[in-house]
């Protein structure tokens, strides 16, 4: 895939995109929550919030009654089944850091026909879309923007999306919630690993992800494709609840992934954020950094505990250069079954993306010392030195 021009280096080390801008009525994430657990949240943050922000809020309060009267139908009329429903196949979590090519990886395992995977309103409404979705998208897609500003991917409602959000509208903390208050600097920095949360909280958050594979099972039959970052540092928790949980791991040149991640980061803001645009941004650079750190701590203590043949570790110039055959050994490492039977809609896909453009940045050598020097240990485990 080609590259675009490059973002030119400014005082900060390289280049940062202008505002982007959704339109006033274009959900947020935070639009797939409850009243109780969005007000927790911007309570927790003094309520400093602008006027867009506020007009947000209540919005946000509109659809979230809706969730509120969905859940209810779903729990009394689906309960038990939701209860008990279980995949029938173990799931595939896609793992990886911000920007080292887990969407495009999760967007050519998705091509199977035997695959599922969450759709960005299943996401959105994970109390009760069994019940709603088909009735709701077709009044709703326009809504969303057809890309993503961040790196100009398709967007829509029935899109692939990170199963982290939905986990988000289930009420559950996340590292993403910095985006919704940009202004007062990283939240929930615990919930990246989990390892500091209590053990009702852990135990909490693996029944949230259980019970939603286990709705995408029973609305689609077929192996769960899972695709988060932030999973990276979860295996031991997520091995607690999918014992026979399958994973592949993306590893990307760091060089690429820092400016690119901080990029992704300041665009969340811009458009999830409840306060003015463009507040205070300055711990962004800093929270790639560590988060990066803390993640493979807890990836490289955690790997053991996954069986063998049970995961790959790609990376992604090996993915780019030879996609067919990356995957065709990522379908035989796995036992995913005939990549033959999937080869059509990869290749399909791959056609319809050759002339995708990738972001480049131009990284002045101060900042490229301070990379190697932080993520040294990075660079050294994936073979980027």
């Known amino acids: 895939m080609p590259d675009a021009t490059p973002n030119k280096p400014n005082k900060h080390g390289y280049g940062v995109d202008p505002v982007h801008h959704y339109g006033w009525i274009t959900p947020r994430f935070w639009h797939g929550m409850t009243p109780g657990d969005f007000w927790r949240m911007v309570f927790a943050n003094r309520c400093k919030v602008s006027v867009r922000g506020a007009l947000t809020c209540s919005t946000i309060t509109g659809v979230g009654l809706f969730h509120l009267g969905a859940k209810l139908v779903t729990d009394l009329t689906m309960g038990r089944k939701l209860r008990l429903a279980r995949p029938s196949q173990p799931p595939l979590f896609v793992l990886g850091h911000w920007r ?44 969303l923007p057809k890309k993503r500003p961040m790196d100009n991917v398709a967007a829509g409602f029935d899109r692939p999306q990170e199963d982290e959000f939905a986990l988000c509208s289930l009420g559950l903390p996340t590292p993403y919630r910095s985006w919704a208050f940009p202004d007062h600097g990283p939240v929930c920095g615990d919930w990246l690993t989990l390892d500091n949360v209590s053990d009702a909280d852990r135990k909490r958050w693996g029944e949230a ?22 999973h990276t540092a979860r295996i031991k928790t997520i091995l607690e609840h999918f014992p026979d949980a399958r994973f592949v791991h993306i590893s990307r040149d760091p060089l690429k992934l820092f400016p690119s991640t901080v990029r992704l980061w300041k665009s969340l803001c811009d458009v999830q954020t409840l306060q003015p645009q463009r507040a205070h941004y300055d711990w962004i650079e800093e929270e790639v950094f560590g988060n990066l750190t803390r993640m493979y701590e807890a990836y490289d203590r955690d790997r053991p505990l996954i069986p063998e043949g049970r995961v790959v570790e790609m990376r992604y110039e090996d993915l780019v250069a030879d996609p067919l055959s990356t995957l065709r050994d990522l379908y035989a490492n796995l036992d995913l079954g005939a990549f033959a039977d999937a080869e059509p809609g990869v290749a399909a896909y791959l056609a319809e993306e050759k002339d995708y453009k990738t972001n480049r940045f131009e990284l002045p050598e101060e900042v490229r010392e301070r990379i190697n020097d932080r993520w040294s240990g990075y660079a050294k485990r994936w073979g980027y030195v």
């Open 209 to 230: 992800l259980r019970r939603f594979v286990g709705a995408l099972s029973l609305k689609r039959p077929g192996r769960v494709i899972l695709k988060s970052p932030p």
């Open 100 to 143: 080292s090519g887990t969407t495009m990886l999760h967007e050519l395992l998705i091509r199977d026909p035997r695959h599922v995977f969450p759709t960005t309103f299943e996401c959105f409404a994970p109390h009760h879309f069994l019940l709603t979705e088909t009735a709701i998208t077709p009044f709703i897609s326009w809504l």
